[in-house]
């Protein structure tokens, strides 16, 4: 190695000593690589020596402690967890490389797997943080399973530059597991890894439990020796001990009957299978925990599946949206023979769905009934449920009831409340109106209505409650109903004021005893009117001094005219029989109406059935044997040159 200043050098320093200019340049440090020397005797030999004739300096000063050099380079192993069975993949290694990167440069950097230092795979680095010097290397499945089943070592290698010399050398980490001319290949072991199978099980109160399992072998060989159970119950005791054999495909079950389950403990059970690895010349183990996911307890005893009725006594009448948030009272009660045998109210009050609560001015319990009154809150009545077969609104809720043997189980509760009944609605002001919407069929805004022959079909119906409600302090029996269907002109959002042009009225009585009716008209608007509407409105008011204005119909604005659906007529091209209809009605069409989509509606605006006119006999027959008697609408969606039609049936 050698070292020549000179003029230029920018590594001299310039100074003037004692009037004299003298230049010398400061201490450095020296590397040499040796790794080729080991075990051998190494002299160095210094030389100093000046260029300059005649020149009285040229001293060089060789010292090992006048200034601090950069340590030697080194990789240190960072511990980590122990590779045991199951083996989760990927398995890591990592290393911290200790090195002064102003003096080296890190080239390459890789792992090595060796057996009996013999190098089996090379590994590139998985990952490098380059802020902590901490390199990662991973060995994945794949590669676990394709080496022989013996230990290893894996060393982190590193090849490095000295800058200032550019000589090249390389350095190796330590074993993970420190390595002995005795114990060596221990950093992991490619050996038998089984896997245990338990048969769980979902069971409430048993009487006998086949508790089986399979110990999977692996690829590795090794002799089974038995399968070990413990039965433990929740105070910690141990109470149970059996061993059994495993046959030769590695299966093994225990069946457990009364003397285990009968216990008013919890009963956990484990199992220990015990195997001998050839490789390893020792006995291991495998171990796991028998699971019931009906409980936290091989013999849990579950709670029944049972609902329980809140009956109501004073209702109200829940209709419609408009009382978000609203308190209503409420009273009813819970009888107790509804519960499971061996159940009891301990105490609780029922816990509702979706906001719902309920300040009890009272809950008492006594003999067989729980009677309780207050206030109902509902925040938020669109996630209530709706029974469309009773027309009540649902609330949902549990509620805990104890059972035998300190018992206690959360019941699924439900209260019904009622909709749309007049009589419960005493005393509340307006809350009949809430239940009362107008079906308009097909016309959806904001797609348009149907129009044909410059005229739009506008079909709308109303289905009203009959009932006796209070007038004051007077029972007054609802019996009839008048309408008034008026449109208001768009320049009355203009500042027009809101006189609304009459369109129709009508009226609906009741004839027998049903509790509502359905008010229905087709209306056929002239485009030009239809267009100078902003919205239609509808009006009812009853025989009791009750009046509702619904939700108004926004308008869709038509085509001036209808133009393109004037040409052609549906009516004479379909015709519908018998009328009325009893278990088969037919409708019988011409050849270009084939495919023509059809809808039946109820006269209280149920879908009824909806399909296209498929025949090619011109006779499309359906069967309407479970239809109920009453009045039924049909609606031709038009094809072509052939407008919309519709036509009211009645069933007998």
């Known amino acids: 190695m050698c070292f020549v200043s000179e003029t230029g050098d920018d590594r001299l320093v310039s100074e003037t000593v004692n009037g004299e200019p003298m230049t010398y340049r400061d201490w450095s440090c020296a590397s040499f690589n040796l790794e080729d020397h080991i075990d051998e005797k190494v ?37 980590g967890d122990p590779i045991e069975c199951p083996i989760e993949f990927p398995i890591k290694f990592c290393s911290e490389i200790d090195i002064d990167t102003s003096d080296y440069s890190v080239d390459s950097l890789y792992m090595e797997i060796r057996n009996d230092g013999v190098v089996h795979e090379i590994l590139s680095p998985f990952s490098f943080d380059s802020l902590n010097s901490i390199v990662c290397f991973e060995i994945d499945e794949t590669l676990f399973n394709s080496l022989d089943n013996q230990g290893y070592d894996v060393y982190t290698i590193a090849e490095i530059t000295h800058l200032e010399s550019s000589l090249s050398s390389t350095i190796t980490s330590n074993s993970v597991v420190p390595n002995t001319p005795s114990d060596q290949n221990n950093d992991f072991l490619v050996t038998c890894c089984p896997t245990l199978d338990l048969s769980n099980m979902d069971v409430c109160d048993p009487d006998t439990l086949d508790l089986c399992g399979t110990i999977n072998i692996d690829t590795c060989e090794f002799d089974l020796l038995n399968a070990q159970y413990t039965f433990t119950y929740d105070n910690g005791a141990l109470v149970f001990e059996e061993t059994i054999n495993i046959d030769s495909n590695g299966n093994f079950c225990f069946s457990a009957g009364g003397v285990y389950l009968n216990r008013d403990m919890c009963l956990e059970v484990f199992v220990e299978v015990f195997y001998f690895d050839s490789l390893l010349n020792d006995t291991m183990s495998i171990s796991g925990q028998f699971l019931n996911a009906a409980g936290d307890c091989i013999n849990e005893s579950c709670c029944p599946t049972d609902t329980i009725s809140m009956n109501l006594s004073k209702n109200l009448c829940l209709t419609g949206t408009d009382f978000e948030g609203s308190h209503f009272e409420i009273e009813g009660s819970i009888l107790l023979n509804q519960l499971p045998s061996g159940f009891s109210h301990c105490g609780n009050m029922p816990v509702f769905n979706n906001g719902v609560e309920i300040n009890y001015d009272y809950f008492n319990s006594f003999g067989g009934v729980i009677q309780f009154g207050g206030m109902l809150y509902i925040p938020d009545p669109i996630l209530l449920e709706v029974d469309s077969t009773t027309g009540r609104y649902i609330v949902r809720g549990s509620m805990v009831f104890c059972g035998p043997d300190t018992l206690e189980c959360e019941l699924d509760i439900i209260m019904e409340l009622s909709r749309g009944q007049v009589e419960m609605c005493t005393g509340m002001q307006g809350l009949m109106c809430m239940n009362i919407g107008v079906n308009t069929y097909q016309y959806r805004p904001p797609n348009p209505p149907q129009h044909y022959n410059g005229k739009v079909n506008f079909p709308l119906s109303v289905n009203v409650p009959y009932g006796t409600t209070m007038n004051g302090e007077v029972e007054c029996d609802i019996d009839q109903y008048w309408f008034e269907i008026c449109g208001i002109p768009d320049s009355a959002s203009l500042g027009g004021g809101n006189n609304c042009t009459i369109i129709s009225t009508g009226s609906i009585q009741q004839q027998n005893n049903e509790i509502s009716g359905t008010f229905y008209q087709f209306l ?60 088969e009605l037919i409708i019988q069409f011409d050849s270009e109406l084939v495919n023509t989509s059809f809808h039946i509606v109820s006269a209280d605006g149920q879908s009824i059935l909806e399909g296209e006119l498929r025949s090619k006999t011109g006779n499309y027959k359906i069967n309407t044997t479970f239809w109920t008697s009453g009045t039924y609408i049909l609606y031709f969606l038009g094809k072509g040159d052939r407008g919309p039609l519709s036509k009211i049936l009645i069933k007998q």
């Open 43 to 79: 002299t160095i030999r210094m030389v100093a020596a000046c260029c300059g004739k005649g020149a009285h300096w040229g001293y060089a000063y060789i010292s090992n402690i006048c200034v601090p050099c950069s340590e030697s380079p080194e990789i240190n192993t960072i511990p």
């Open 524 to 583: 056929q608007i002239p485009v030009s009117e239809w267009n100078s509407y902003s919205d239609i409105q509808v009006t009812l008011w009853n025989n009791c001094g009750d009046t509702c204005v619904l939700d108004l119909i926004p308008v869709v604005p038509v085509g001036e005219g209808g133009k393109g659906l004037q040409n052609g007529s549906t009516e004479n091209a379909i015709s519908v029989f018998p009328m009325p209809f009893s278990n």
